[in-house]
């Protein structure tokens, strides 16, 4: 874009465009912001600024404002330009510049030069191969706003005013390698080369022979970790639906839980997936707390697309069902980074939990949840034998420094798409009930013995069952309702000779039968 064209965009939002219509939006900030604009000044590439036929050299401590469209480098000032007059009549042009650049002038200027489009109302970053979906958290970390609530709909106002051409055309449902494509939204793999002009989704730099290969590899390394051919399915279609639910082809409806020992294979696979998708490590306990701390972990979720959350609590508990439900179904939620006010961040990232402790999780999950069991390694088996072992997958998904190889990493993308279409094109999530490797106290052990014989065990005016509870756990309601949740257990009311009382029952058969001799 030449300083020219810039110019004409920038006095067809000041002395044009409608900023009362309902396209810039409802806040009363629209007025102020478009006087920022008219103090925009263009700086050329050999650095001077032109006002009618006059130009002056800028000094380079007076440029406020660089930026790149991803092809050439532009440069502003903002401030003021007045063309003055000497004693001898001579005209010459002069500039003053005000102290701060203001981010909504940045950001127009940034739109203006290409950088950003808009699809579906969300704004894009296209300058590069790969795009990058900016939210009103994004903004005001990338620009410095203070309040970021307003200004998406005012810029939404400004590329309805404009409309103008992205440096690069945006492609969101397709990931393009180097000689191919994975069309997320068809599902299927096109052998043609990435178009140059478009910004994709994705751009991995692996050819197909190489991603095929990986392929091989990631199905072999699957099943040899996996403990069963549920678990087998869940893992396998997983990569798939993070990458549908990232790019926005479907909705994020579950969440996924890998449960093993220590040393199984959980962490290396999501290594893996993290070099397909951007992964940001998530709190689930601070997610579940109040005040800022919660909100500036909520802010984490900016921009991921992969929340893995690791050495995680006991997975358990109305609190964590709470934050598990928010995670897996919403689309956006409030969050504060230090520093900034309040601001809505996208939930994009679709959770995966890696653990070893507990997961009692109650029936109302079912729809949400998706388990995946690994295979705990031998008993006997030595720190050696078992690096040996799992060598050559390290070296296949992984760099020496243990980072993430992508012509290794896209062979579970590959196999994942390739098993979605074998299956119809659905996902059918298996269930598991993952084994939670517990030592039963005695109030377990009772409950578990008296609910074989009989489908309710009442509480009330039960002597019994209550003196041991207390003795269990005393007064602690928590610890009491951990305990029955870990064996498949809820409390419940019911009517038993016309009169309610409180009792137990089996909540998940499946996790109950567990601990059955």
Known sequence: ???????????KLTTEADWGSPAFGESVMKA???KQLFKIVPIDHNGYIQKLYFSTLVKDEDIMYITSNGRQTFRYLFGTTEVKQTKENSEYLIYEVENNFPPFAKLVIDYILGIYTFNGNKLYDVRNKQFKLIDEFTLQSRYGFKDSGHVLEILNGVHKTLNIRPINYLEPYQIAGRDFIIDLEKSEIINEQPMQNVSYFKYYDVDYKTAMDGRKIAKEYLEYVIADDNSLNNAILQSYFIAQVACGVRPKTNFFISKSGVRTGKGLRHIALSGLFNKIDVELDTLKSNGFEALQAWSMFSGGEMALATEQGDIQGNAMERVLKIIATEKSHVARAIGQNQSMVNLTSVLCVDTNRTVALSDEMDGRKVLIQFKDRPKKETDIEREQIFRKYWNAFTDRDKNPKISGCIGFLINSLEYF???????????????NDIDLDEFQVALINALQEVEFVQRTDNKEVIDLSL????KNGNALSKAVSEIGVKSKSKKVNGKTVRGYIIENKNRFDKYIQ
């Open 1 to 11: 874009m030449t300083n020219n064209e810039f110019i004409e965009a920038i006095s």
């Open 471 to 474: 003795q269990v756990y005393g």
């Open 32 to 34: 102020e912001l478009r």
């Open 421 to 435: 279409n074998e299956i119809g094109g659905q996902y059918h999530w298996k269930n598991v009930e993952v084994f």
